[in-house]
């Protein structure tokens, strides 16, 4: 594991994460909403985007990346077989149902929507968490941690860096879905051999499915589903591990 790129990718992230998107939250609490000022969505973004902001700097100042280009090119590398990407559009449907049947129907938008929100998810820096989570921060971890526990330690990393979104319901709501999703995420990578833009389509697909096919948020329902999602995943790596082995 290289520590210093972890340490360096973990601070700066949270320094961005917290500057700007604290920053926005000051702003609301003295009247200036995100809604209606504009600019205020400059600083939203950057907060955003700041996993990948953060993977890109930090991987350039250590040598690992020559430019931007590269960069993306090895985030967007959308060569990688069938079976992946199938496996990546089963473990939507397995969340999808699991909240559905255990949470209900709340509304249903047509299908279009899905990849209006799709395409949103990503520029609105959702899906391009994985630049710094995927790219960086787990497979460092798994080369001392293995993936169940570095599973379990991204996962409260990325819980904090929600944060600056508010503490409520919704926050305990995410905090509980982080889990499920963060082992999910974990096996696309692991499954892929590394594959990065498998992790961004899952997520920004997660997002994009939430928005248009709309389950009722119980907390029951997210309890549930993440611990099927944590239980698939994890059978799915070992099963991985023993073919390969």
């Known amino acids: 594991m290289n520590k210093k790129i972890v340490i360096q990718f973990t601070a700066l ?10 920053g926005v939250v000051i702003c609301e609490q ?3 909403m995100l809604n209606d000022y504009t600019l205020l969505y400059v600083p939203f973004l950057i907060s955003a985007w700041s996993p990948a902001i953060a993977s890109l700097i930090v991987l350039r100042k250590n040598n690992e990346v020559s430019s931007i280009k590269e960069w ?33 129907l709340n509304s249903v938008s047509p299908i279009y929507m899905f990849f209006i929100w799709l395409l949103a998810s990503l520029l609105a820096g959702a899906g391009m968490e994985e630049a710094g989570w995927r790219y960086i921060l787990q497979p460092e971890l798994e080369k001392k941690f293995g993936y169940l526990l570095s599973c379990l330690i991204v996962a409260p990393i990325h819980i904090l860096w929600h944060i600056p979104l508010g503490v409520g319901t919704s926050f305990l709501w995410n905090l509980i879905n982080i889990f499920g999703i ?19 389509l899952f997520h920004c697909m997660i997002n994009a499915g939430m928005s248009t096919i709309m389950p009722n948020q119980t ?27």
């Open 13 to 22: 992230t949270f320094v961005i994460r917290f500057v700007f998107g604290g």
């Open 30 to 32: 003295l009247g200036f």
């Open 72 to 104: 993306l090119r090895n985030i967007f590398n959308i060569k990688t077989s069938a079976f992946n990407y199938l496996f990546v559009v089963a473990l939507l449907i397995v969340y999808m149902v699991s909240m559905l049947v255990t949470s209900g």
């Open 182 to 200: 963060t082992f999910a995420l974990g096996a696309i990578y692991k499954i892929s051999r590394g594959n990065i833009f498998l992790c961004v």
């Open 219 to 245: 907390t029951l329902g997210v309890i549930i589903t993440s611990i099927i999602m944590i239980s698939v995943s994890i059978t799915v790596v070992s099963i991985n591990k023993h073919i390969k082995s």
